[in-house]
């Protein structure tokens, strides 16, 4: 995922399991529940490339993190 800095970014998630997506340094958790939608706006404001994370259900609250990243969001200068 590519955008620049300022963009409005609208992310609509869909997931066949319970869990939370997370986004490093943005500071964005993301509560998802199976077969429901989960839109989420936010604006791009810090450049960089960052982790796009999924903890499931069973993994949230216990400080376990995946090895590999879901997805990446980069955010470059305008």
């Known amino acids: 995922m590519r955008v620049k800095k300022g963009d409005q970014v ?16 943005y500071q964005i958790d993301l509560t998802v529940k199976p077969g429901v939608e989960k839109k989420h706006v936010f604006t791009a404001f810090a450049t960089g ?4 994370e999924w903890h499931p259900e069973n993994e949230r609250g216990k400080g376990i993190h995946h090895q590999e990243s879901l997805a990446s969001f980069e955010v470059f200068p305008n």
């Open 10 to 25: 609208i992310w609509k998630i869909r997931s066949d399991a319970e869990g939370e997506l997370h986004i490093h340094a």
């Open 49 to 52: 490339r960052y982790r796009v």
